[in-house]
């Protein structure tokens, strides 16, 4: 979804700007992408089912909100990643499509209504992921309770991953979310610490890093997963050391992708990292312990999200434990 500094008009019929808050940031200029990183524009027979499935259940994807590169090829798949708890973050990172601003009321038929898309659509693998609401007591937690249970109900063969937010001053909500027992449970680190005050600067590095290890202490037969953009002004030793960060919280699944820039309000580019460099961080990733990896440009967390739980899963098998780890 395009960002504008002008008025946008919602369905609601209420004008309100889309980033207010990056408003008062320099312009910083979109740099022109390499070969490597070309997609095909959205269209076809099953995208446009899957477009209209999504608005006949009121439903928003992080698909849309956050311009994902690799929609026309999902959605083609019938694959979507639908997005809770509103489309209006509370925080304003300096590298996000999504709005931000006065957050939306709680639709309490969301739950409800992305467990009957589910199964609407056949899906095997579902990924729902949501904004921040630092407004929320539990930071919006009942919600992906209630929405993992709906999915189960709905679509009992469906495996559920979720990618939630850090619920940073939320106490008991990891905890009650991994009790709710998604297949996965992703958070991502998105950058290294350095670079944190700069374009995750609402978050707290150790207090992400915290969350996944919380939900292996809560369930370890819970997959966990996280993801990093690189293209930033992050160093290769940062990378190599936020590996390791998430090996000893346990973590099981790395994403690595390359940052594309929404707009000349959000961060720069700072390089185009190339497809050789991507390959090394993932022959590092594998030497380091994880049960599956994936890292290229247009990698994103939910970018073929089924088809890497099923190797997650055989991963597992093959280590003949619960966790992959060593541990029964």
Known sequence: MAISE???LPAGGRAKLRHPE????????????????RVKAPAGEAFNATRKLVREHNLATV???????????????????????????????????????????????????????????????IVVTSVDRDDLPDGGAGHFVETVAAIRRHAPQTTVEILTPDFLHKPGAVERVARARPD?????????????PAIRPGARYFV???????????DLSIFTKSGLMVGLGETKEEVYQVMDDLRSANVDFLTIGQYLQPTRKHAPVDRFVHPDEFRAYEKM????????????PLTRSSYHAGDDFARLKAARAAAGTADGQGRA
């Not at 489309?87 to 300096?94: L, P, Y």
């Not at 992400?208 to 809560?218: C, G, H, I």
């Open 63 to 125: 698909c849309e909100e956050a311009a994902c590169p690799n929609i026309g090829e999902c959605w083609a798949k019938k694959h979507a990643t639908f997005m809770i708890l509103g489309s209006v973050c509370t925080r304003a990172c300096a590298f996000c499509n999504v709005e931000t601003g006065l957050p939306d009321l709680l639709d309490p038929h969301e739950p409800e209504n992305v467990g009957l898309a589910t199964a609407r659509l056949g899906l095997e693998h």
């Open 22 to 37: 990056k408003a008062h940031r320099p312009d910083s200029p979109i740099r022109r992408k390499p070969d490597w990183i």
């Open 184 to 196: 996965v449970f992703n958070h991502n680190l998105e950058t290294v610490p350095r670079l944190y």
């Open 285 to 296: 990733a594998w030497g380091k312990g994880f049960l599956m990896v994936s890292a290229s």
């Open 208 to 218: 992400s890093l915290r969350l996944l290890q919380e939900v292996k202490e809560t």
């Open 6 to 8: 002008s008025a946008d």
